[in-house]
C-alpha cells in the first residue's frame, strides 16, 4: 500500500493541513475533562458563578475549535482521497490501454474493472481513516491516559486495566476476521466474471438454450460472495457491543472506586467526572484504531491488487517521433518475421515473409493453432514481433 501513496505528493500541503487540524483537534478534546473537573470543584461545588461562566466559556471554546477541525478536517481528507482515487483510476486505465494482447490476457476484464473501481475504493477509504485517525487515535487514548494519571494515579489504574482486555478481545475477533476481508475481493472478481460473461455473451446463451444454467452460475457466485459478508459483518458487529460493555463495565468501577475515595475525602468529584470523560476518549481511540485495522487487511489486498496491473511493463510502447508513410497506401510487407508468445515452447510464426500489395486478394490458409490470428493480429501491433519486420506502406509497425 506505500507504494500507492507516491500519488500523494500533488497532495502534500493538504495532508499537512489533515494533520495539523487533527492534532488541534485532539488537543482541545483532551482539554475539555480537565475544565469540567474545575468548573465542578471550583465553581459548582463551592458555587462560584464567576468560575462557572469562565471555565464554561472555555468548555465552549475548546468545542468549538474541535469541531470546527474535525469538520475541516474530515472535508480535506475527502478531498484528498477523492483526488488520489481519481489519479490512481487514471493510471490504471492508461496502462492498461498500453498492455498487448497477451498482456491484457493475465486479467480478467472483470477483474480489471474491480481493481479500477472497488479496490482503489478500498484504499480510497482507509486513507481516510489513516489521515483522519493517526494521530487522533493515539494522542486521544496515550494523552488520555497520561492526563487521567496526573488527576489520580490510583482511580486511573483502572484504565490501564481495562485496555489489555480489551486489545484481547478485539485480537480474537479479528483473527478471524482478517482472512474473510482478504477473501472478499477475489469473490467479487468472480462475481463480476460471471456477469460480465452472462452479458456480452447474451445471445450465445439464448441462442443455446443456457439461461437457466447461467443463472445458476450467477447465484452460486452470488450466494458464496453473500455469504463471506455476512461471516464478516457478523463477527465484526460484535466489536462495538464489546466496546459498549468494557465502557460500562469500566464506568461501574471508576465511579464504584471513586465514590470510595471521595467519601474519605482523597479524591474531589469533578476528577472522578473527569476520570470518566478520558475513559470514554480512550476506549473510543481503541476502538478507532480497531476498526482501522479492521479495513486495512482489505485494502492492502486491494492496493496489492492494483500495484500488479501498475507494475506490468507494456509490450508495445508508442515510439518518441513516429515516421509517416510516404510510398503507396495498402501494402503489408511481413519480412522474416518470428513470434513466440511468452512461456510458449516453440514459435507461434517463424520466418514469415510475404507482401500484400493494395488490390490484391491475400488469403492466409492454415489448421487451428497454426498462427493465422497471431499473424493478423502483428499487424495492428497487438503483438510485438521477436524477430524480423512487420511493415505497412514500407514503414515498421513499431516506428
Known amino acids: 500500500m506505500l507504494k500507492l501513496f507516491a500519488f500523494l505528493r500533488p497532495f502534500r500541503g493538504s495532508v499537512a493541513l489533515v494533520l495539523a487540524l487533527a492534532l488541534a483537534q485532539s488537543l482541545a478534546s483532551l482539554y475539555l475533562p480537565r475544565l469540567m473537573a474545575d468548573i465542578v470543584d471550583h465553581g459548582i461545588v463551592p458555587d462560584d458563578r464567576r468560575q462557572i461562566m469562565i471555565y464554561g466559556a472555555l468548555m465552549l471554546l475548546m468545542a468549538l475549535v474541535s469541531t470546527a477541525a474535525s469538520v475541516s478536517s474530515a472535508y480535506f481528507s475527502a478531498k484528498v482521497a477523492s483526488g488520489f482515487g481519481r489519479d490512481v483510476r487514471n493510471r490504471i486505465f492508461d496502462r492498461v490501454a498500453h498492455f498487448s494482447v497477451h498482456q491484457f490476457d493475465r486479467f480478467s476484464t472483470a477483474s480489471l474493472i474491480t481493481r479500477t473501481t472497488n479496490d482503489t475504493t478500498q484504499v480510497q477509504q482507509v486513507l481516510i481513516m489513516l489521515m483522519t485517525m493517526v494521530i487522533t487515535a493515539p494522542m486521544m487514548a496515550i494523552g488520555g491516559i497520561v492526563l487521567s494519571l496526573s488527576q489520580d494515579a490510583r482511580l486511573a489504574r483502572v484504565l490501564i486495566a481495562v485496555i489489555p482486555i480489551m486489545a484481547i478481545v478485539f485480537f480474537l475477533i479479528m483473527r478471524k476476521a482478517v482472512p ?180 490484391e486478394r491475400t488469403a492466409i490458409i492454415g489448421g487451428t493453432g497454426s498462427g493465422k490470428s497471431t499473424l493478423a493480429g502483428l499487424i495492428p501491433r497487438f503483438y510485438d514481433v521477436n524477430g524480423g519486420r512487420v511493415l505497412v506502406d514500407g514503414v515498421d509497425v513499431r516506428e
Do not use: C
Not at 325 to 344: I, K, L
Open 180 to 359: 474473510l476481508f482478504q477473501q472478499m475481493q477475489v469473490k467479487i472478481d468472480r462475481l463480476n466474471l460471471v456477469l460480465d460473461e452472462g452479458l456480452t455473451g447474451v445471445r450465445v446463451i439464448r441462442a443455446f438454450d443456457r439461461n437457466a444454467h447461467e443463472s445458476r452460475r450467477f447465484d452460486a457466485a452470488n450466494r458464496d460472495l453473500t455469504d463471506n459478508a455476512i461471516a464478516v459483518n457478523r463477527l465484526v458487529s460484535m466489536l462495538m457491543p464489546a466496546m459498549f460493555m468494557m465502557m460500562n463495565l469500566t464506568a461501574v468501577a471508576i465511579i464504584w472506586f471513586g465514590a470510595i475515595r471521595i467519601d474519605t475525602g482523597q479524591l474531589h468529584v469533578g476528577t472522578m467526572m473527569s476520570t470518566l470523560q478520558y475513559a470514554v476518549q480512550i476506549l473510543f481511540s481503541v476502538f478507532m484504531v480497531t476498526a482501522m485495522f479492521v479495513t486495512l487487511p482489505r485494502a492492502a489486498a486491494s492496493a496489492e491488487r492494483i500495484n500488479a496491473v501498475l507494475d506490468v511493463i507494456p509490450d508495445v510502447n508508442d515510439p518518441a517521433n513516429p515516421h509517416t508513410a510516404s510510398g503507396a497506401r495498402g501494402r503489408v510487407e511481413f519480412d522474416n518475421v518470428t513470434f513466440q508468445y511468452p512461456g510458449a515452447e516453440e514459435p507461434a510464426l517463424s520466418g514469415v515473409s510475404f507482401i500484400a500489395n493494395p488490390g
